[in-house]
């Protein structure tokens, strides 16, 4: 079974602290995503990476930036936390290059900015 | 620009009846399209991915249908059970994107009574 995990389940940060969501999948996926979850907003692409190295903005990208040094690794950063980050961030893994692959995703890490 | 929908947003029904639950798409130029299944407070678990070029797809008691021409799909849960509550969602995976970006719906909260 294709297994994505994110570091933290619950998270409580101060506002302009700097946040690391980490997330790691262990299939080898060439594709990883970072979403954002509002209630009445829906899910909402921040980034994604085809590849080490590699980004793309999604819709959201303000206020975040991202990392992809390993196949399996993606983090997401919020360099200055601020309230209206509060959130559910979902990470998601896709195997290969074509565009018909199936999303997994992560558990999912409940933010909180006070 | 793509817009999913799902019809209808909650559902409560006896446990041991068929349900279904529909998403309909504005454009049917995608790749494929996926259904999840999210408990509360956690991550989505995939439960169906339909590619373009299908009509259905099977897995258990859950069938996905596909109608592109018309921007349709249905869920179907056989014999519905308590443990089958939960927010369902469906995603379009459309064309002329780069083939990463995914629109889901808002979902379809299903609660199923013992």
């Known amino acids: 079974d294709v297994k994505v995990t994110q570091s933290s389940r619950y998270l409580v940060k101060r506002t302009g602290e700097k946040v690391f969501l980490e997330c790691v999948q262990d299939m080898d996926h060439e594709n990883m995503f970072w979403y954002r979850q509002d209630p009445g907003l829906g899910l909402r692409l921040i980034y994604f990476?085809?590849?080490?190295?590699?980004?793309e903005k999604g819709d959201i990208p303000e206020g975040y930036s991202v990392s992809r040094e390993k196949k399996e690794r993606f983090s997401l950063i919020l360099e200055s936390a601020s309230t209206n980050q509060t959130s559910m961030y979902l990470c998601?893994?896709?195997?290969?290059?074509?565009?018909?692959?199936?999303?997994?995703f992560g558990p999912g890490t409940r933010l909180t900015v006070l | 620009k793509q817009e999913v929908t799902q019809i209808p947003a909650a559902l409560s029904v006896p446990e041991g009846e068929n349900l279904v639950l529909n998403c309909s798409f504005t454009d049917s130029a995608i790749y494929n399209l996926q259904w999840f299944r999210q408990d509360p407070g956690k991550g989505l678990t995939s439960l169906l991915l339909?590619?373009?070029?299908?009509r259905e797809q099977t897995s258990g008691r859950l069938n996905a249908s596909l109608d592109k021409s018309s921007g349709r799909s249905t869920l179907y849960i056989a014999a519905s059970q308590p443990g089958d509550s939960a927010t369902y969602l469906c995603?379009?995976?459309?064309?002329?994107?780069?083939?990463?970006?995914?629109?889901f719906g808002a979902g379809t909260r299903l609660f199923v009574k013992a």
């Open positions: 990476s085809y590849d080490v190295k590699m980004k």
């Open positions: 995603a379009v995976r459309p064309q002329g994107t780069g083939g990463f970006k995914t629109i």
């Open positions: 339909i590619q373009s070029s299908q």
């Open positions: 998601a893994s896709s195997p290969g290059r074509t565009t018909s692959n199936e999303q997994f």
